[in-house]
């Protein structure tokens, strides 16, 4: 019998991750905060622990970036980026568009992404030079030569730049705007033409590297907020803008309105 492949562990992982995820959602979920802004529950850390123990079972020499703790050797070749339970302010008070999130870096470059949303069952994942695909269907990010009658997902609007002035820029030029949903599901849905771009403020790697892969198999452009590709994709970066690379540069053309709040 062959070896699973790296895509074959990320499917299995992600079906684990949903079963967890949809077993435990209730309303009046117990959570606790790490710090003001940013709940973590029972199932956020059960997840994280499931993937630690079987990444370091199947790929010993692998290293593990996860949001509720690692096992990362910034020298290893490869390493795996997770965000376990995407969405958890969602989560944890009853409203179902949480996702399980997933990627591997070869040399700091993205060669695969998955994004789970186990309540529709919708599973985006993409490998390098292999196309983007949901639930084994292939996908396309949309034709959509310009923002007016588009949607622009948006998450952690005032971390690296105040992206409200951006909002309204934004909407002046047509769009319609999502927020306070889970960033890996706005941009997987950048990736199947239902948005033509998603815009994240922050900084953290596993809130940005699974969906860089997918957006840029299905045809479409990722960069940081000011128009530049990461050098790693495990080491923090400067926010990232995903589209169908159509409307990329009307969005960045926005957010150079959006002042700086930090620097990294």
Known sequence: MSSPTHLDTALDLAEQAGTLMLRNFAIQMRAEWKDERSPVTET?????????????????GHSILA????????SHEYVWICDPVDGTHNFSHGLPTATFALALLRAGQPILGLVHDPFEERTFYAEKGKGAFLNGLPIRVSPAVSLTKTLVGLGKTRTLKNLFPVMDVLYQKGASMVSGLSIHYVSALVSCGEFSASVFGGVSAHDMTPAKIIVEEAGGRVTDLYGAIPGRFDEPMRGQVCSNGLVHDEVLAALALGPDLKTI
């Open 67 to 74: 949001e509720e703790g690692s096992s990362h050797d910034p």
């Open 44 to 60: 956020d850390f059960a997840i994280n622990n499931l993937v630690l123990e079987q990444i370091k079972a199947r790929y010993p």
